[in-house]
């Protein structure tokens, strides 16, 4: 990020394994990477995969959102 940070236009999220829901059970921990993203003065868009298997769905996209509002 730090290295190629003029090159970054769109951040687009997913999980891993598997394109899940971004919790602690996935391999990359996005507030990590978002923040690391915000010092390098980053300021366009962040997407996410968001498949919720939540029953309630509203709350799979707030916990989407919490997760990456760093």
């Not at 996005?30 to 962040?46: H, I, K, N, Q, S």
């Amino acid at each position: 990020l730090r290295q190629h940070k003029e090159y970054i236009a769109h951040v687009h999220t997913a999980g891993v394994p598997g394109r899940a829901e971004l919790d602690d059970t996935q391999e990359i921990n996005y507030p990590a990477v978002l923040r690391a993203l915000l010092e390098t003065g980053y300021e366009g868009f962040v997407a996410q995969e968001f498949i919720p298997p939540w029953p309630d769905k509203i709350l799979a996209l707030r916990h989407a959102a919490m997760v990456c509002d760093v």
